[in-house]
């Protein structure tokens, strides 16, 4: 298991990192947010433990971005220096807040979009 922690093995990535996807799991305060959505769509039964969360790097203005498909427009999380990516300090410590609401859950993935 790759952490947030151990830059020695995330070092190991292709740099720029362009995006990162994190997968996390929901939890009782997202569900109660998205309650009122999905009703008003006609879904399927099944319910979805997961979300996906989408990090990139503006182009436009250097800001790390925050992308989801519950939310209408992007999220604003703070700049980033111009040779910055989205695997730099500034990022990194957005994941770490992020993940750290779980409530100990550690049932996250992340995937990082990288040139190959």
Same mark, same amino acid.
């Given at each position: *298991?790759?952490?947030?922690?151990?830059?020695?093995?995330?070092?190991? $990535?292709?740099?720029?990192?362009?995006?990162?996807?994190? *997968?996390?799991?929901?939890?009782? $305060?997202?569900? %109660?947010?998205?309650? /009122?959505?999905?009703?008003?769509? /006609?879904?399927?039964?099944?319910?979805? =433990?997961?979300?996906?969360? /989408?990090?990139?790097?503006?182009?436009? %203005? @250097?800001?790390?971005?925050?992308?989801?498909? =519950?939310?209408?427009?992007?999220?604003?999380?703070?700049?980033?220096?111009? =040779?910055?990516?989205? $695997?730099?300090?500034?990022?990194?410590?957005?994941?770490? =807040? *992020?993940?750290?609401?779980?409530?100990? @859950?550690?049932?996250?993935?992340?995937?990082?979009?990288?040139?190959?």
């Amino acid at each position: *298991m790759l952490l947030l922690d151990h830059l020695e093995l995330l070092a190991f $990535l292709p740099r720029p990192a362009y995006a990162l996807v994190l *997968m996390l799991p929901t939890t009782k $305060l997202y569900e %109660n947010i998205t309650k /009122a959505e999905e009703a008003k769509c /006609a879904v399927g039964e099944d319910e979805v =433990d997961f979300h996906n969360i /989408a990090f990139v790097k503006s182009h436009k %203005n @250097n800001r790390l971005c925050q992308l989801e498909g =519950d939310r209408k427009r992007p999220v604003s999380l703070g700049p980033l220096a111009a =040779d910055q990516d989205v $695997l730099s300090e500034n990022g990194l410590n957005v994941l770490r =807040d *992020m993940m750290g609401q779980g409530g100990g @859950n550690v049932n996250f993935s992340l995937m990082a979009l990288v040139e190959a």
